[in-house]
C-alpha cells in the first residue's frame, strides 16, 4: 500500500512539473513605450498567437500618425525571450475627422514595412520597425 501511494505521489509530481513547464507567457495587454521616448508608443492586444497594435507617433513632417500592425505571436522555446511578434504595417489615410461626416478610410498595406517585437518577458520588449525604409529599434516597457 506505502509503495502505491508512493507510486501515485511520484505520478503527481511529474504531472504537475510538465503541466506547469508546457505554459506558455504572453506578453501583457495595454500600452508599451519608452520612458526615455515620450510622445510615441503602442497599445498591444493579444488574442490567442494574434496581435493587434496601434502605434503612434510622429510623421517626419511632424504631424501626428497612427498605423496598425496586425501579425502573429510565437511563444518562444528558448529561456532568451517569451516570444516574438512579427506583423505588417497598415497606414490609413484621409478618413473621418472628428465631429465630420463618415468617411471610409483609405488603407494602404506594405509587405515592404515589417515590424517585429521580441518580449523579454510581459513587461520588457524591444521593437524593430521599418517603416518607410527608416529602420529603428526601440526598448519597450509595460
Not at 34 to 44: C, E, H, V, W
Not at 75 to 104: H, K, M
Request: negative net charge; charged residues 15%; aromatic residues 10%.
Amino acid at each position: 500500500m506505502k509503495k502505491a501511494i508512493r507510486s501515485m505521489t511520484a505520478l503527481a509530481a511529474l504531472l504537475i512539473t510538465a503541466t506547469a513547464t508546457a505554459q506558455v507567457t504572453y506578453p501583457e495587454d495595454g500600452w508599451w513605450w519608452n520612458p526615455d521616448a515620450p510622445g510615441r508608443g503602442y497599445l498591444i492586444e493579444r488574442q490567442d498567437n494574434v496581435i493587434f497594435i496601434a502605434s503612434f507617433h510622429y510623421a517626419q513632417d511632424g504631424n501626428p500618425e497612427w498605423l496598425s500592425i496586425q501579425g502573429s505571436y510565437t511563444p518562444s522555446e528558448s529561456g532568451d525571450s517569451i516570444g516574438e511578434f512579427n506583423g505588417t504595417v497598415y497606414r490609413s489615410t484621409d478618413g473621418q475627422c472628428l465631429g465630420c461626416a463618415w468617411t471610409a478610410p483609405m488603407s494602404v498595406v506594405s509587405s515592404q514595412d515589417p515590424m517585429t517585437i521580441v518580449f523579454a518577458d510581459n513587461h520588457n520588449a524591444t521593437s524593430t520597425a521599418d517603416i518607410m525604409r527608416l529602420v529603428e529599434d526601440m526598448a519597450l516597457l509595460r
